[in-house]
């Protein structure tokens, strides 16, 4: 499956963006998605992930009340919409996919749980 991350740009601090993580090759609907982010000079981290039918969502603490990731099965897309964004945010941000066939979705938080990953896409939050 390849993983195509889209809606990164420039915003002021305080502002929005909404990702999307496309989806080609196999339905999503069976695969738990996730999405990363790499500051400079900083190792991958992860975000945020959910589950096959989008009714679990996991968040990390630094994100959580300003980020919500929900998935489109129908169009094979999931999406990350973020909020009150802070200069911290500012990352390369990754979506990644994984079968995960018996994992909740509570510890699908490490690189090495997702197969399949996107180029990503870059978002900016300055001034």
């Known amino acids: 499956v390849q993983m195509v991350e889209s809606g990164g740009g420039l915003v002021p601090p305080g502002g929005s963006l909404r990702l999307s993580c496309a989806a080609s090759?196999?339905?999503?609907?069976?695969?738990?998605v996730g999405w990363f982010r790499q500051a400079p000079g900083k190792e991958r981290e992860f975000v945020s992930a959910?589950?096959?039918?989008?009714?679990?969502?996991k968040y990390a603490e630094s994100v959580k009340g300003r980020f919500s990731i929900s998935r489109d099965n129908a169009k094979n897309t999931v999406f990350l919409q973020m909020n009150r964004l802070k200069p911290e945010d500012t990352a390369v941000y990754y979506c990644?996919?994984?079968?995960?066939?018996?994992?909740?979705?509570?510890?699908?938080?490490?690189?090495?749980?997702?197969?399949?990953w996107g180029q990503g896409t870059q978002v900016t939050v300055s001034s």
């Open positions: 990644a996919a994984d079968p995960a066939p018996f994992r909740t979705i509570g510890t699908m938080t490490r690189i090495g749980d997702f197969t399949f």
């Open positions: 959910i589950s096959w039918s989008g009714d679990g969502t």
């Open positions: 090759g196999r339905t999503i609907s069976n695969l738990i």
